[in-house]
């Protein structure tokens, strides 16, 4: 669940990823997709943007970073990260599709921002493991 403070008031931290996300929905809409819920929480972790892209259904990792000094956006999305985005999608499509249904195909892409708004969509960033 995402921190706010007692008075309600967001951090200017969490304002920033809050446009970031919005600009990721935005990018994702005018190019087609729809959105189709976001910010999905489970114990597993948190699904920042899920939306349909064709008959694909793509979980969306946005990522905001001020510089590449670590790596940029992109690879902060690290081998634990990629384990909880797994388990919580696993969760979503059982909690939304359940026993029987047909799964529609998947990915997981990522989103990377800036304080100017998108800079890089990469689809299909990682598989499902194991």
């Not at 935005?26 to 972790?45: D, K, P, Q, S, T």
């Not at 359940?98 to 800036?114: M, N, Q």
Request: charged share 30%; aromatic share 6%.
């Amino acid at each position: 669940m995402k921190a706010v403070r007692a008075s309600g008031v967001r951090t200017p931290k969490q304002r920033a990823g809050d446009a970031a996300e919005q600009a990721a929905c935005a990018h994702l809409a005018a190019h087609g997709c729809r959105i189709v819920a976001r910010n999905v929480r489970y114990r597993e972790g948190e699904l920042d943007v899920i939306a349909l892209d064709g008959g694909v259904l793509a979980f969306v990792e946005v990522r905001l970073r001020s510089g590449t000094r670590f790596g940029g956006a992109g690879a902060s999305v690290d081998a634990f990260k990629r384990k909880r985005l797994v388990r919580a999608a696993q969760h979503y499509l059982v909690e939304r599709y359940g026993a029987g249904k047909k799964l529609p195909p998947c990915r997981f892409d990522v989103i990377t921002a800036d304080a100017n708004g998108v800079t890089e969509w990469i689809r299909d960033a990682f598989a499902a493991e194991g």
